[in-house]
């Protein structure tokens, strides 16, 4: 609590110094509303279900899937009912819009209810593997439930999220094992079960990566606007942190503090790194901070694997620190790996 209390008086002194104190006051009533969040999850940790968990993830990898896949087919929205679920309204031809390059054409990349397709393929890797580790049995429900979360994940086109899934797939197979390992139930036929699952995913993943998606994942242009902005943003952030270390520029002040050069809305954008940007606009307290809620939860492998994919997602994005849904995420993620609730073995 003390660590807590000193995180939130260092973001009320960074507000008071930085250059929009008004943005600072809203990101810092974000803050508490999360820690409220997260307060509530794990001291009601008893009241969640590991079934319901396990459902309400599996609901939302299902219709984020066959949206995005429609999306995808129908190259923009679809609007009507899907607007009130936060469908944005898109095309090939809307400005900003995300799309793919393959074989040197423009291929839209569907965003579901989010914000963005790299948005859409994170929740899509942290729900399934929150569903598969919260689930008590691997049984014949979730196996559509993984491969959709596969087609998902390949039509969104995020080379993070499809690291992050082949991460996920490697982890679970090795946890399944060491804990059958540990029952002394090495038994063949229920190993066999969760291979051919794993296997399923796999070939999915990698069928259909072999000519669309290789492109995109393994032809990474150095000199692509993407990464070349990303390369700017991160100087610009370590700009902010020399020359405020201890408190930073103030929490949602990154944009205030971007070069006079970034004035459009391409160029506008927090850097693509949460460490990086936590540093910018927090300081030395808040990365401290950052650190130890990531570091706590890693009891056993389950909660380390899940951790090593928020790493993986926020090392190379923001969307979890700077969007809604990726605030959501984050926060009931790392509240339910501090309550342990994910503690089921998987058979």
Not at 91 to 115: C, D, E, K, M, W
Not at 180 to 193: A, F, R
Not at 296 to 324: C, E, M, W
Request: aromatic share 14%.
């Amino acid at each position: 609590m003390s660590l807590l209390f000193i995180f939130i008086l260092s973001v009320f002194l960074g507000i008071l110094n930085s250059k929009n104190p008004s943005a600072g006051t809203y990101g810092l009533i974000k803050v508490l509303e999360f820690i409220f969040l997260g307060t509530y999850i794990y001291f009601n940790k008893k009241a969640l279900s590991l079934k319901l968990i396990a459902l309400a993830f599996s609901t939302g990898i299902i219709f984020e899937s066959l949206l995005a896949a429609l999306q995808y087919l129908n190259h923009g929205s679809f609007q009507g009912i899907f607007y009130f679920f936060g469908e944005r309204n898109f095309n090939t031809n809307t400005p900003g819009i995300a799309n793919a390059s393959i074989n040197g054409q423009l291929v839209l990349r569907p965003y579901g209810t989010f914000s963005h397709p790299n948005a859409l393929g994170g929740y899509l890797v942290i729900a399934l593997m929150l569903c598969a580790f919260s689930a008590k049995k691997i049984n014949r429900f979730f196996i559509p439930v993984f491969i959709l979360a596969a087609l998902g994940i390949f039509v969104s086109f995020s080379r993070t999220a499809f690291i992050a899934s082949i991460v996920f797939i490697i982890f679970f197979f090795l946890i399944s094992v060491y804990e059958k390992y540990k029952k002394g139930k090495t038994n063949k036929p229920s190993i066999k079960q969760v291979f051919l699952i794993l296997a399923l995913i796999s070939f999915l993943l990698v069928t259909l990566s072999l000519n669309l998606f290789s492109q995109r994942i393994f032809n990474i242009n150095f000199k692509d606007e993407s990464v070349v902005m990303r390369t700017k943003l991160i100087d610009q952030s370590i700009n902010m942190i020399s020359t405020n270390p201890v408190l930073g520029v103030g929490i949602n002040n990154f944009y205030n503090n971007l070069d006079y050069k970034y004035n459009s809305p391409s160029t506008i954008q927090p850097v693509h790194n949460i460490f990086f940007l936590t540093l910018s606009e927090t300081g030395l307290v808040g990365i401290l901070f950052l650190i130890f809620i990531l570091l706590k939860p890693v009891r056993n492998l389950k909660n380390g694997a899940i951790i090593l994919v928020i790493l993986i997602l926020g090392s190379l994005d923001h969307y979890l620190f700077t969007q809604q849904q990726g605030q959501l995420l984050f926060t009931v993620t790392i509240s339910l790996l501090l309550s342990n609730k994910l503690s089921a073995k998987i058979n």
